[in-house]
């Protein structure tokens, strides 16, 4: 079994409608391996806009659109959220869940986010479920306990069967639009944790997650990043941005 390879970019709060052009231009002859997504996680504003152009422009299939957030509540009053009938009806199959920016500053507990999970797989959506450590967290030897206590709410509440359907992002909170990458050695490492700790519940879901890395991945340290045994592609930011660096990161992707 080749497990898939992702490449995803999260925009944040960052991008417009040239954007959107400037991407869907630049990925017009991208060179994607087999067994590789690339997802393209906007604002909520423009989730339909680039997936129009995506399809208008005839783009490889294996290109999504994803969201950068989602509610675990089904409808009704929770201003400012979007649902999972809402991402489905404007076909949308991933979502990024978790993201250490929602945990810190919008103060996401690892149960609300196992919530979001859940609610995502129901309406069939790929969850991009982030987890990292932080600075201090690394420093003081606890980042096997952190990840730990950020993957097994998850599958506390959705169960281990379901979990294989979930995209796994370990990003250092360290490294995220730091600069400071992990060395791939430290990735690796950490990333073999992860696989290890999800075979301890089901060999299978080890073997078929892909486990992506995230933080301050750029064109030039990709490759090595991505060579590693247990990384499956990377969840990337700023460098996503930017449509030539985009194009090279998607291109160093494979399925392993
Ligand atoms: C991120 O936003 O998830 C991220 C990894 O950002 P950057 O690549 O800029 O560090």
Redesign the pocket.
């Known amino acids: 079994m080749t497990r898939q390879a992702i490449v995803a970019a ?1 925009w ?1 709060m960052n991008g417009d409608s040239a954007l959107v052009d400037n991407i869907v231009s630049g990925l017009a002859n991208v060179k994607l391996s087999s067994h590789v997504d690339v997802v393209i996680c906007p604002s909520f504003a423009y989730l339909s806009e680039l997936n129009q152009k995506i399809k208008a422009a005839k783009l490889n299939e294996a290109i999504h659109v994803g969201s950068q957030n989602l509610s675990e509540h089904e409808s009704g009053a929770f201003t400012g959220e979007i649902s999972t009938a809402m991402l489905q009806d404007l076909a949308i199959n991933y979502v990024i869940v978790g ?1 250490s ?1 929602r945990r810190s500053i919008y103060k996401e507990t690892s149960l609300q986010v196992a919530k979001k999970v859940n609610a995502a797989l129901d309406a069939g959506l790929t969850p991009i479920l ?1 987890i990292g450590e932080s600075e201090v967290e690394r420093v003081t030897g606890e980042t096997e306990a952190v990840l730990s206590a950020q993957i097994q709410p998850v599958i506390d509440e959705v169960g281990i069967d379901k979990f294989i359907d979930v995209v796994i ?1 370990y ?1 250092p909170v360290w ?4 600069g400071k990458t992990a060395s791939s050695a430290m990735a690796q490492e950490t990333h073999k944790f992860i696989r290890q700790f999800l075979a301890q519940q089901s060999e299978l879901v080890s073997d078929k997650v892909p486990l992506l890395y ?4 750029n064109a030039a340290n990709c490759e090595e990043l991505f060579a590693q045994t247990d990384i499956d592609g990377g ?6 941005l930017k449509a030539e660096q985009f194009k090279i990161i998607c291109s160093a992707a494979k399925g392993k």
């Open positions: 999260n944040k993201h920016e982030c992002a990003e490294a995220i639009g730091t995230g933080g301050s991945v969840l990337i930011g700023g460098a996503s």
